[in-house]
C-alpha cells in the first residue's frame, strides 16, 4: 500500500536538494531519519519533516505495521523561480535568482 507526502515552493535549489535525496532513496524510514539527522545540508530537517508526515499519512491509510515501510520514490522537481535585482555600479543592476523545489515522497511497505 503506497503513500505519499509532497511538499511545493520550498526555497532550495533542486540541485542541492537532491544530493540530499540521493542518500536517503530505499532506505527504510529509520535508516533514513537517522541519515538525515547527522546531514548538515539545510535540506535534512526539511526532508525529515516531510518524511515524518508521509509515515503520519501512512497510520492514517491503515498500514499494519509502519516499521515495515520504506522509501520507494523520492523525486525533487523544480518549482517557480523568483527573480530579484540588486543595484550595481554606474546604474546598472544584475538578477539574482532565488530557485524553489517540488518534492514528493512516496512510502511503500517492504
Request: without cysteine; glycine residues 4%.
Amino acid at each position: 500500500m503506497e503513500t505519499q507526502a509532497k511538499l511545493k515552493n520550498v526555497r532550495l535549489s533542486p540541485r542541492k536538494a537532491r544530493l540530499v535525496v540521493d542518500m536517503v532513496r530505499g532506505k527504510a524510514i529509520q535508516d533514513a531519519l537517522n541519515i538525515l539527522r547527522f546531514s548538515p545540508q539545510k535540506t535534512a530537517p526539511i526532508l525529515t519533516k516531510l518524511l515524518n508526515s508521509a509515515v503520519a499519512n501512512a497510520e492514517q491509510k491503515g498500514v499494519s505495521d509502519v516499521d515495515q515501510l520504506y522509501i520507494k520514490t523520492v523525486t525533487v522537481d523544480q518549482g517557480p523561480v523568483l527573480k530579484r535585482f540588486l543595484p550595481r555600479a554606474m546604474g546598472r543592476a544584475s538578477r539574482i535568482r532565488k530557485p524553489t523545489s517540488h518534492i514528493t515522497v512516496v512510502l511503500d511497505v517492504k
